[in-house]
């Protein structure tokens, strides 16, 4: 089992920045790819950007340039570095992990970031 924590999010003005973290606990050598995904108000939920244990990274064309993934296996923890921030990235941010091994799939309990113009 894999227990993911995410830090949080909160309000800020629009162009400013911000680095969402998340950290998993339990069996953390089981955890293969792990990615951020948000539910905007009213929409369903979409993945922002994924990265592969060995570093590969996949991001939503609508945060291409200004998000970047990065994740330190060791620690089990993934980061979200968020620039530019608009108000169209108001959302519920949720930390994902899939298992190496297996097709287990986490989820963290989801953080809030409203960015205001």
């Known amino acids: 089992q894999v227990q993911l924590v995410e830090s949080r999010g909160g309000l800020v003005q629009a162009g400013e920045s911000l680095t969402l973290s998340c950290v998993a606990s339990?069996?953390?050598?089981?955890?293969?790819?792990m990615g951020w995904y948000r539910q905007p108000p009213g929409k369903q939920r979409e993945l922002v950007a994924a990265?592969?244990?060995?570093?590969?990274?996949n991001y939503a064309d609508s945060v291409k340039g200004r998000f970047t993934i990065s994740r330190d296996n060791a620690k089990g923890t993934v980061y979200l570095q968020m620039n530019s921030l608009a108000p169209e990235d108001t959302a519920v941010y949720y930390c994902?992990?899939?298992?190496?091994?297996?097709?287990?799939?986490?989820w963290g309990q989801g953080t809030q970031l409203t960015v205001s113009s």
């Open positions: 990265i592969t244990r060995g570093g590969v990274t």
């Open positions: 994902n992990a899939g298992a190496r091994y297996g097709s287990s799939n986490y």
């Open positions: 339990g069996n953390i050598f089981n955890i293969g790819t």
